[in-house]
């Protein structure tokens, strides 16, 4: 970067200075989109009866990757962990909940990591929305424990989805 010529370096700060305006997260499913509601809210080919719940952006990109969910997500922002002082009002559970309440979801698959805290804020989420008329489900094995959505291969997703149960 100090090697490089001044305009190379100028013209990269440009480009991020660019995209951090450009950015912003979905007003209904807080994914990063540089429209608000993002392309997947927006979609007439998407259901609006189930929506992915993930812990960041890229589990979005990941699930999209499989090509098998026809739904909506739910982008929370991280994950319960009391270690880092991250509780449930840092993420967009209160959000979640509100979408529930609309009675338009029918399902809500909880897509967290297979991780400790992954695994404490979908039993959060789960009680959250025990007033609502709607089937909780969580992915199936075959993630790897401990493991990141991000990472995981598209077969594996593919199984996880498949195999999602009731909680
Ligand atoms: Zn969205």
Known sequence: MLRAPDN??????EALRDLKTRMRFCEIC???TETSPC????????SRKMICVVEEPLDVL???R???????????????SPMEGI?????????LVARAAEGTVEEIILAT?????????AAFIHKKLAPYQVRVTRLAHGLPVGGDLEYADEITL???????REI
């Open 158 to 164: 593919i199984r996880a989805l498949e195999g999602r």
């Open 62 to 64: 990941a699930i999209e």
């Open 113 to 121: 990591n297979p991780s400790l805290e992954g695994e404490n804020t």
């Open 66 to 80: 499989t090509r098998q969910f026809t739904g909506l997500y739910h982008v929370l922002h991280g994950a319960i």
């Open 30 to 32: 807080f994914n990063i």
């Open 87 to 95: 509780g449930p009002d840092d993420l967009k559970i209160r959000e």
């Open 8 to 13: 190379q370096a100028i013209a990269l700060a």
């Open 39 to 46: 392309v997947v809210c927006q979609s007439e080919g998407r």
